[in-house]
């Protein structure tokens, strides 16, 4: 079993929908990061949370420490946000991925 | 204040060359930490190095190393390089690990 798990691994939505990525993870943490890949490699870190939600334009995360769960969710989804999207769990002294949510937005 | 900054972006090597790859993290932050990015096994942790000491080290073989300078700044070096260690080579950066970090765009290495 993988530390941090994702899901969904695919998702293709219609530009406009809300969206939501899942992450679950066994290691004891203090906070989790959020990550968007785009095609070409780059990451670009984009929240780091260690409770409740954050909130960044249309990009929305939230964490429950308890349940060791965290959701990534999309509003008024756009074909820019065409990415895989990377949890990552600071745990010693590394951090542990999941395995990422490619998401592809269709016009 | 500027970002995690690798060089190079993208570095093509031919088998059984080595290569350096660098890492500047953030002013002021002091753990540097090395992952490996494969299409078939995602990010995987290669080592983390804290105030010039390597605090931990992933499931590598020898030839991946690293070492980290008094300015923070880190390098990470791979000798007799295969076919198989065509990835992206990222780097995070924070204070410490478990403060919020900052990833480097990644260096992109491709093996011939």
């Known amino acids: 079993k993988n530390e941090v798990e994702q899901s969904p691994q695919n998702l293709t939505a219609q530009e406009g929908e809300f969206i939501t990525i899942n992450c679950s993870y066994s290691?004891?943490?203090?906070?989790l990061h959020w990550l968007q890949q785009h095609p070409g490699g780059g990451i670009v870190s984009l929240f780091m949370l260690s409770s409740g939600k954050k909130k960044h334009g249309r990009l929305i995360a939230t964490i429950n420490i308890q349940e060791k769960h965290s959701s990534l969710h999309i509003t008024a989804s756009h074909p820019r946000d065409s990415a895989v999207y990377i949890c990552?769990?600071?745990?010693?002294?590394?951090?542990?991925f999941g395995t990422g949510t490619s998401l592809t937005v269709i016009p | 204040k500027a970002g995690v900054t690798q060089t190079p972006r993208y570095l093509i090597k031919t088998r059984g060359q080595q290569v350096t790859l660098s890492c500047s993290p953030i002013?002021?932050?002091?753990?540097v930490s090395w992952y490996q990015q494969t299409p078939g096994q995602g990010l995987q942790f290669l080592f983390e190095?804290?105030?010039?000491?390597?605090?931990n080290k992933g499931n590598f073989p020898g030839r991946f190393s690293g070492r980290q300078f008094s300015n923070s700044r880190s390098e990470m070096n791979v000798s007799t390089l295969e076919l198989g260690d065509s990835a992206l080579y990222l780097c995070a950066s924070s204070s410490d690990m478990n403060t919020e970090a900052f990833f480097g765009q990644g260096t992109r290495l491709t093996v011939v």
């Open positions: 290691v004891g943490i203090s906070a």
């Open positions: 190095y804290f105030s010039e000491t390597q605090r």
């Open positions: 990552a769990v600071p745990t010693g002294n590394q951090f542990y």
């Open positions: 002013s002021g932050h002091r753990s």
